[in-house]
């Protein structure tokens, strides 16, 4: 009987023990399940490598050989977080001349926007949008011959098999050129702002295959896709080899007062030629028909050796492997929802794209390390989502990356507030490395980006609650916080504080001259402003008896029919169809936010039931959609908060390389990666106060979720 007991709770034991494995997610399965497959030239499938702080983008090739064929896709870029250039102001263009004055409660408030009433304030306000700009730092392709000596275009290429592997940060790529196979093996380095490549093809031995560096000039214009081949007067800028010693070659490209270094280390000893101006040509020896090069882009010059292609790939597999290894994972394996393995994939490849391009120590801006868009600056409004999803999955030091930023631009930003009469900081909209603000006749009127480095601090006390993370950020926190306090006039006639005029709201139709009290924003003032005094709390410090008083008194959300309005003065928020356009933003009061005192969850309910029926959805961005999703979870509604995710809406669609595309002028979005991955830990782990497990799938029996390492959001 003791030996039938005995056994009887082994048995149990093993159960157990193989129950808890089973649940245990294979975090290499997960990722390479959803490796991306590219079977033909396809200019929106175009994949990158990168370590956050620096991005490769390829073709079909492995290289980026075709950027004029690729520039309206998913452009061949090579960019990094200090490769900034800026044209001389032989003008003197200062900010105050694009100021233009708004009438507030009785004193004027001067904004930096794109002012036109003269040819020099016009010309002002496109020196200072258009400068800093991002470069693109160089291209460097394939130069592929046929055997009668032309050279090969993309429709010559046959056999086409190129896959990018996450977990292990591999992109190889296979075709064959007149039938002769080539094969390139392309990662980039976990630290360094380095790629390194591996070619096996019989053309290298025939002379067929040879590669190049080629560099571009800025464009000066909203973008930049890297294949600026004009302008290469040396008047514009000069490119120039300054040393080849053995199996390395060096190069120079000055730009006016800026230049940078790219230096080329090979496996073997390449003759280069100058095929044009700022055009190098690499001809390997013809002996062998394996090629390995690795090529370093550098602010300055470059003092340490080069890490060869096994170090580089040893590198790069070692990082991934600890990225995916570590942080959250979200698992949909078994589920029978046809949208499951479709969300799986847009997962995964989201976190991989924000990994390589958002993670360094700025914001990023909308289209990350590939190719300029606004060019190349970072909006402060989309750091949250660019940066909040780091966190709830678990890995908030990508966050706290892109957080010292913000100390070292708040001068900047105290000026702003100084300038228009306010006390603290006010952050940037459009701006730039050094934290200057671009003139925008929209971003200087916006304020949802002054509460997001509150809630970013307040994400990492969560990571790490102690005296030390408090301490860290509490000087920018409280001076965010003075500057909402003060932003807030009292109407001594309605007994209130008002947000507004000049203001435009997160749903960018309204006219500053017009707009008080957008419902988002007051929500996100009541809740940034408590949760600096919980700070001060935590800090053992007193209540701030001005913050409290602007809490008291904050005016409520206005509300008419049942339903909030995107603003106090717009009634006619759900009539107007210029005002079902653009961000529902209203419903970021109960999405991005959680619920408040200054919320009847019954109104929201009913407001989104609205949105939901009557918004123009074909008119939206890619952020909107997770937005969408994360209030439906908050209102307990998951089966809402899926087909939001996962609406068939232009805006909404995911390439083959997991980009969220918005239009030809947008082919990459990554606030749109950032907001799904978002909306996901949500969906999942949940909120402050939420007793659901995994509120935001469906309970339908069609979805299996395992996650591990999420955390909730507030």
């Not at 004193?107 to 016009?122: D, I, L």
Request: charged share 20%.
């Amino acid at each position: 009987m003791k030996n039938l007991i005995f056994i009887g709770c082994f048995l149990i034991l093993c159960l157990a023990k193989n129950t808890f494995s089973q649940q245990k997610i294979n975090r290499k399965a997960l990722v390479e399940r959803h490796t991306v497959v590219v079977n033909q030239v396809d200019t929106l499938a175009s994949l990158s490598v990168g370590n956050g702080a620096f991005a490769f983008t390829v073709d079909v090739t492995g290289l980026q050989t075709f950027p004029n064929f690729y520039a309206k896709g998913i452009s061949l870029g090579t960019q990094s977080v200090w490769g900034w250039h800026r044209f001389p102001n032989t003008e003197n263009y200062k900010i105050e001349e694009t100021l233009k004055e708004i009438s507030s409660h009785g004193r004027k408030v001067p904004y930096a926007v794109q002012a036109s009433n003269t040819e020099r304030a016009k010309a002002a306000n496109n020196f200072l949008r258009q400068n800093p700009h991002r470069l693109q730092l160089g291209n460097l392709g394939f130069e592929l011959f046929k055997k009668d000596g032309t050279k090969v275009n993309p429709q010559d290429l046959s056999n086409i098999h190129q896959t990018l592997n996450a977990y292990t940060g591999e992109i190889i790529s296979q075709f064959s050129v007149e039938n002769v196979p080539v094969k390139v093996i392309t990662v980039a380095h976990s630290q360094k702002d380095l790629i390194a490549v591996k070619v096996q093809s019989e053309l290298l031995k025939t002379g067929q295959l040879k590669y190049r560096l080629r560099f571009p000039y800025p464009t000066n214009q909203f973008t930049d896709e890297g294949n600026n081949w004009t302008n290469a007067d040396a008047d514009k800028h000069q490119s120039s080899i300054i040393y080849s010693k053995g199996n390395a070659i060096g190069f120079k490209h000055q730009l006016n007062d800026n230049q940078y270094f790219v230096s080329i280390l090979s496996n073997q000893k390449n003759k280069v030629s100058k095929s044009e101006a700022h055009y190098f040509v690499l001809s390997p020896d013809t002996k062998s028909n394996t090629l390995e090069f690795s090529v370093l882009f550098s602010e300055k010059t470059n003092q340490e050796s080069i890490p060869n292609f096994n170090s580089t790939l040893l590198s790069t597999k070692v990082a991934w492997k600890t990225f995916w290894s570590t942080g959250a994972a979200v698992d949909f394996a078994g589920s029978s929802d046809p949208r499951a393995n479709e969300l799986e994939r847009r997962i995964i490849l989201s976190q991989y794209l924000t990994k390589i391009q958002c993670a360094n120590n700025e914001p990023p801006q909308e289209t990350g390390l590939t190719y300029n868009s606004w060019f190349g600056k970072p909006h402060l409004e989309m750091h949250w989502w660019h940066g909040v999803h780091f966190a709830l999955w678990n890995r908030t030091e990508l966050l706290e990356k892109s957080m010292a930023w913000y100390k070292k631009v708040e001068p900047e930003a105290r000026k702003i507030a100084e300038r228009q009469g306010f006390e603290g900081i006010r952050w940037q909209k459009m701006t730039d490395p050094e934290g200057k603000e671009a003139p925008s006749s929209v971003g200087a009127y916006l304020l949802w980006q002054q509460p997001h480095f509150i809630t970013f601090a307040e994400l990492a006390f969560r990571k790490n609650p102690s005296k030390t993370t408090l301490v860290k950020y509490q000087d920018l926190v409280f001076k965010t916080a003075e500057f909402m306090a003060s932003y807030a006039y009292f109407d001594p006639e309605k007994g209130r504080y008002i947000l507004g005029k000049g203001v435009i709201p997160a749903q960018e139709r309204f006219k500053p001259e017009d707009t008080f009290n957008p419902t988002y924003e007051l929500a996100y003032w009541q809740w940034g402003l408590s949760t600096a005094q919980i700070w001060r709390e935590r800090l053992g410090l007193k209540r701030n008896t001005k913050w409290d008083e602007v809490l008291a008194k904050l005016s409520p959300l206005p509300v008419q029919d049942n339903l909030y309005l995107a603003t106090e003065n717009a009634t006619d928020s759900y009539t107007n169809p210029v005002y079902l356009t653009d961000h529902p933003s209203v419903l970021c009061t109960l999405g991005m936010l959680p619920e408040s005192k200054m919320l009847d969850k019954k109104i929201m309910q009913n407001t989104f039931d609205k949105i939901w029926k009557v918004w123009h959805w074909d008119d939206t961005w890619g952020w909107d959609f997770p937005m969408v999703a994360m209030t439906a979870t908050r209102l307990n509604q998951p089966e809402k908060a899926i087909d939001a995710l996962m609406m068939d809406i232009k805006t909404n669609t995911y390439l083959p390389n997991g980009h969220n595309f918005q239009d030809a002028r947008l082919r990459l979005y990554l606030p749109g990666n950032g907001g799904l991955l978002a909306a996901v830990a949500m969906m999942c782990a949940g909120y402050d106060g939420c007793k659901t497990t995994n509120p935001g799938i469906p309970k339908n029996g069609q979805w299996k979720v395992r996650w591990e390492g999420l955390r909730k959001i507030f």
